[in-house]
Structure formats: C-alpha cells, structure tokens
C-alpha cells in the first residue's frame, strides 16, 4: 500500500465526529432555536448533559443555587457558551490523543485548535465580519486536524521534513508536501467530508494554508481561519514541532486593515478571551 | 525541585533555591528572566506587547501583558526581595515570528526593539539572549544558581 492509501485507510478508521452535537450545531444555527428541541437532542448524551450541568454549576459563573435540570443549564448558558462547550468537547477527545509525530507535548494540538477558534471569533467581532459564527469556530477549531491522523505516520519521514524546514527555506506544509507528497490540510479536508461536514467546513480546513485555492464563496471563511492560524501561531499558541514555520497572509491583514495597532489590539483580546475559554473548557492555558 | 509556571502575560519572583521557574509557549511573546547570584533572588517574566497605551485599563489590571509595565515591575519585585541592580544578570528569549518577507506579522520584532529602548534608557547590559527566528521556545530559570535553559523547537535544550 503507498503512504496515500495507509493514510485514507487511517482517515475511514478515525471515529466519527458525534451526532449529537453536530445536530445540537444546526438546531444553534437558527437563532430562535427551540430550547426543548435542543434539550431532546442533547439528553440522549450522558456525558453531554453531564457536562453542561458541571459548567453551568462551576465557580467560573457562580451561581447563587445549584442547577440540576438540562433545560435551565441550556437556558441560562445561551447559544454562544453551549457551541464552544459542545463543539470543545468533541474535538478535545480528537486532539488530546498523545501524538508522537507532531506535537511536543500531548496537549500542544489541542491548545492550538482552541487558540485558532478563539482568535477566528475575536477577528470575526473586531471587524464585525458577516459570517455565520458556527461555521467559523468550527471550521478554526478543527483546521488542523490532519495532523492527529498524519502524525501517526510521519516517525520515518519526520526528518526530511525538519531538514528542509530548517533550510529557512520551506514552511512546514511545503516541507510535508515535498517529502510525503500531500499536506495536513489535505488530510483535514479528508475527515471533514467522512464526517459529513458542510462544504465551507471541508474547504477551509482543506486551504488553510492557502485560501485563495478555496472556492470563491468560501473565500471569506477560508481567508479568516488562514489569518486566525498565523496569528494564534504567532503568539505561540500551542505549536509543536514545526514552532513558527508557517507562511504569513501579510495581504489578509491589508484586506482587514489590519496594521501594528490594530495586531496588537486584537493580541490582547485575543488573551482576554482565550484565558476564559480555558477557564470554561478545563483547558491549561500555559 | 518545585516547577513554578509563569503563565502567558505573568510574572514571577523567587528566592526558593529549590524552585524552578518556567514559562512555555514563546513566540513573538518575550520571556525576560533576572536573576542576582549574591542573594540568589530571581524573576521570570513573559510579556506579550511592547505598550500599553493601546488599552490603559489593561495596563493597571494586566501589567505583565506590556513590556513597558511588565518589566519595570519584574525589576521592582526582585529589588524588594533583596536583589541589587548593579548584580543582576539578564538573559532573555522569544520574539520569534512567522515566515513573512513584509514582516506584517512583526510583533516579535516590536516586543524586542521596546526592550532594548528601555534597557539603553536604564543602563541594563543583557548577559545572554536568544532571539527571532521561527522557533518556539520554553525558558526555565533555577533559583538555586542562575541557570538558564531553553528549550527550542527543532534544536532541544540549550543553556542560555
């Protein structure tokens, strides 16, 4: 079997992503969603509602009595909080895995993935850019997510690839495409479409690193989680192995009139926001 | 040997000889560490913007996030821990950036050229300093003797 078809045999086994949520996320998408629509299709999960209830009594929102039903956690917590709590779940148990190849520290994908949702929606607000808002995190959050399916594979190539980085030459995504012969955001695009996620979703995981590749009317989405990336990588946000060597969309930035000010305004919202995701969604933020 | 962590914006000080101090994930972010061999009193801090006159409020409740904020205040807090200026050895790391020949995405170099402003201004000599680049680093400094060492995306463990 080449390395492609090891890989497609990888991505066929990887689990799916779960029902329930992708489910919860169209009942969201429509902003007057049924609130028991939305409790019937979450208590089917334990573990979801389980965890709705654990956030909902946690001291991050401090209330004054404890919340024992579905219906009142669903209610109280709004359509933004449940997205990223649902959406952060299921990706956690995706990214989290111990990752030989790619990360340097079990977390550091996972981390990245967050930074990138969070900073996708920051950008989204300080621009006030039209785009639905659960496509974006969705579409940030899991950008990367070729990398948990290619790491597994990359052990023996891995070396070529740091060399022809290290030349200065070559970002990490060309140095992958040169030595394996396909990318990690090909390999995303690739779970997206078995996990049955909408076109926009495939297309911008597929072209994060080149967004202008993507389909016109993805464009928009594809350019924000390109942009979204070089930024959270910027900071430092959860970098393996391949540290900064990611190629900059300078021209994103002079479409979103974004000069030093204003980058380093949206750093500091960005911080902001990120150390209260990671208080909601149990995540170290260092 | 205690693992103290200097999160992302954060400063901190010791004089534990058995304590650690470590700050993960430098990018364009700086991490400054000052250390006085005599009374063994020493700080870490990790900033991630040169000024904070972007948001003034951030300023009084963020201080570690500005460079013009954080590292007087790291320097205050060493002194009143017993360290002396004229002793102190400074090491510093990060401002690392993405591949990006208009270098747009230059905040790295920023959070680097404040320092070296405010030093000049202060007469402060850095003894070390490991800078730009596109690696990712982590810096550790051990209270007990000064010893600094980073750790590099594609390179391992090197001591500063």
């Known amino acids: 079997m080449s390395l492609m078809e090891e890989i497609i045999v990888a991505v066929d086994d990887m689990p799916p992503f779960p029902q329930v949520v992708q489910r919860a996320m169209q009942a969201l ?40 039903s579905l219906k009142e956690a669903v209610v109280y917590l709004g359509a933004n909080q449940l997205r990223q709590l649902l959406l952060s779940g299921a990706a956690s148990k995706i990214f989290e895995k111990p990752n030989a190849g790619y990360a340097v520290f079990a977390d550091e994908l996972w981390r990245h993935a967050l930074a990138t949702a969070v900073m996708a929606q920051v950008l989204r607000q300080y621009r006030r850019i039209k785009i639905d808002e659960n496509t974006l995190f969705t579409a940030a959050l899991l950008h990367d997510v070729g990398k948990v399916v290619l790491s597994n594979f990359v052990a023996d190539k891995y070396r070529d690839i740091e060399n022809m980085v290290e030349s200065g030459k070559s970002s990490f995504q060309e140095a992958e495409r ?27 995981i597929a072209f994060h690193h080149e967004p202008g590749r993507s389909a016109r009317e993805f464009r928009v989405l594809s350019e924000l989680v390109a942009l979204s990336n070089n930024l959270a990588v910027m900071v430092g946000y959860g970098t393996g192995v391949d540290g900064l060597a990611c190629r900059g969309h300078g021209l994103l930035l002079e479409k979103l009139k974004i000069a030093d000010r204003e980058m380093e305004e949206l750093v500091l919202l960005f911080q902001l926001e990120m150390a209260k995701t990671c208080e909601v969604a149990g995540v170290d933020e260092d | 040997m205690s693992l103290v962590t200097v999160g992302i914006a954060d400063l901190k000080v010791s004089k534990d000889p058995e304590d650690t101090l470590v700050t993960y994930s430098l990018g364009s972010c700086i991490g400054l560490a000052v250390y006085d061999p005599v009374v063994k009193v020493g700080g870490l801090l990790h900033y991630m913007l040169p000024d904070s006159s972007i948001n003034k409020e951030k300023a009084t409740t963020h201080p570690a996030m500005f460079a013009n904020k954080g590292i007087p205040l790291l320097f205050k807090q060493c002194y009143s821990m017993g360290a002396d200026k004229k002793r102190l050895i400074i090491k510093v790391a990060g401002a690392s950036q993405i591949m990006d020949n208009a270098g747009a995405f230059n905040i790295g170099k920023r959070n680097y050229a404040i320092l070296r402003k405010i030093f000049w201004k202060n007469n402060v000599q850095i003894a070390g300093e490991d800078i730009g680049g596109n690696s990712n680093r982590t810096m550790y400094l051990e209270i007990g003797d000064g010893k600094i060492n980073l750790k590099i995306s594609k390179k391992g463990i090197i001591e500063l």
């Open chain 1, 29 to 68: 998408a429509d902003p007057e969603y049924e609130v028991v629509g939305l409790v019937d299709i979450l208590k089917v999960d334990q573990a979801i509602t389980a965890n709705i209830l654990k956030l909902c009594n946690s001291a991050y929102f401090g209330l004054p009595r404890k919340v024992s």
């Open chain 1, 178 to 204: 040169e030595v394996l012969g396909f990318d990690h955001a090909e390999i995303g695009g690739k779970i997206a479409e078995k996990w049955e996620f909408p076109e926009s979703i495939i297309t911008a």
